[in-house]
């Protein structure tokens, strides 16, 4: 018996009391109004007992809400990538690849709230196959201000430990560079016997950042990093040395100073690192270093940036497409 008839039966009930007793009566007794009952009564004379089965509302139109077809694109992106929130894929969504579909970021944040899906933990959870941990929210992070003017100019270094993988001898760390004017990034992943980065393989990447900036007309001028022993030691000191540039470090306990490639190392950290290991059962050390090729190919050479000094721009195209100049 479904609620519909229950309701039915409840007013029959009540016409039949009132029969018996009074009207006033039976109106207490069943909690109803008697201007209720008194209408009830003359629809019954009018149109028979059936008239009191409670009606099907139709369902509300909403001429605002998008489409089905846009609302499961929004999905199907929202899932394949994990990492980016709603201003990312409103964004991702408008260009001709993806189908040039027109949805602001809070239609978008609607639609993955409506679907249990507005957060970055719920997505990769459902990547995963498990309920993801409750994370408090986090204090907004002062907006940092680094005035250059060409690439090259400044350059940020620092490492990220990316854990223990099975069949590598040691720890296997991320080393991590970003141009300051245009955000183009550069990433390696690298095996620790000795649990920490040394200066050799941190040197190799300043010799590799140096020669990508000198193919494209630039030259790296000074470089930005913390007090490691990595960058500290003498054969990344003697490297920067010869390639002309010169090393800035960074006040001790205040990493917020070389805001530009921490929050390069969050963002690989959320779009690329976890969405791996939630997506490979036993992550390798070959397969992982082929996930940050592929996620910093389309974050340098297809990715549209939104900082205040890209300004809707793509670092390849700010690297490699401005006016060179010479530097000072």
Known sequence: MSEDDVLFGYRLQLLDYAARTTVSEACRTFGVHRSTFYRWKRLVERHGLEVLRPRERRKPKMPNQLPAMVEER????????????????????????????????????????????????????????YRAPYEPPREPAPEPHIEVSRPGELVGFDCFFVGRLRGTKGAVWQLSAIDCYSSFAWAELVVCPNDKPQAVQTSRLARRVARDLQRAGWRLERVLCDNGNEFRGEPFRQTVASLGSRITYIRAGRPQTNGHVEALQRLILEECWRPSFARYLYPRYTGLRRELERYLAEYNFDRVHHGRLTNGRIPADIVYGARKMEAR
């Open 74 to 129: 929004i999905l199907a992106f929202a899932i394949a990538h994990p990492g980016l929130g709603p201003r990312r894929i409103s964004s991702e969504l408008r260009r001709k690849k993806w189908g040039g579909l027109v949805v602001s970021p809070n239609g978008v944040w609607r639609v993955l709230r409506r679907h249990g899906l507005n957060t970055r933990g719920r997505r990769l959870a459902l990547v995963a196959g």
